[in-house]
């Protein structure tokens, strides 16, 4: 069974997600697409994030519907920081041999990847799936054997979708009263409203941290 994962902190989770995951299942065949929110990200430890269960509560309303989308709380339920290899070897242990699996970030990670936990056990673990990010051009073979050898030969570059959006103008926008209907789904910004998520003063009777 060919899994293909999508982590992040999903803060919150947009129409961009479901677009790179619709591309993904378009072009390698996925028997499904798991997403994957991550507890606590170690290169996002100086940001504070939304509680776990919000963020679990936005993707499993995000993909609701969709019979090979699935939320996995493997990260959240594991002490410490989240950190990509330790998720690819939990996968890889539950799936067969000869199973693909594809680990989907976007051009702008690649840059970073030198950086990450055991950056050469990760793509013996699992193909790298690049999606573009807008202001970031697509790495060549050269670029990417620099920040790791061997690294060339495990990603795949994929030219779409190119997608203008981001959590951080999401969370912004809901900070100044704008609206934000058209870049996450209508589950997603009923909850959002609902919680009080990104307000300087929380929305009565609704504390974020609960």
Not at 66 to 84: A, K, M, Q
Not at 111 to 135: N, Q
Not at 194 to 206: D, H
Request: aromatic share 8%; with cysteine.
């Amino acid at each position: 069974m060919n899994v293909a994962l999508l982590g992040g902190t999903f803060d919150p989770f947009h129409v961009g997600h479901l677009a790179v995951a619709e591309i993904v299942s378009q072009r390698f065949k996925p028997a499904e697409v798991v997403f994957v929110p991550a507890a606590m990200p170690w290169l996002k430890s100086d940001r504070i994030i939304s509680p776990s269960a919000d963020r679990l509560e936005m993707v499993r309303l995000g993909i609701l519907g969709n019979p090979h989308y699935r939320l996995s709380t493997l990260e959240i339920e594991r002490p410490g920081p989240s950190f990509t290899v330790d998720t690819l070897r939990e996968v890889r242990a539950r799936i067969l041999p000869h199973d693909d699996l594809y680990f989907i970030i976007g051009w702008d990670n690649l840059l970073d990847f030198g950086r990450w936990r055991e950056p050469s056990r990760i793509i013996e673990l699992a193909k790298i799936v690049a999606v573009p990010r807008i202001g970031y051009r697509v790495p060549d073979d050269a670029v990417l054997e620099k920040i790791l050898p061997g690294l060339s030969q495990r990603v795949i570059l994929l030219d779409k979708p190119e997608i203008d959006i981001s959590a951080s103008i999401i969370r912004e926008r809901v900070s100044r009263n704008l609206p934000i209907d058209h870049m996450v789904p209508a589950l997603v910004a009923g909850y959002i409203r609902q919680r009080g998520l990104y307000r300087t003063t929380p929305v009565s009777g609704c504390q974020q941290g609960q």
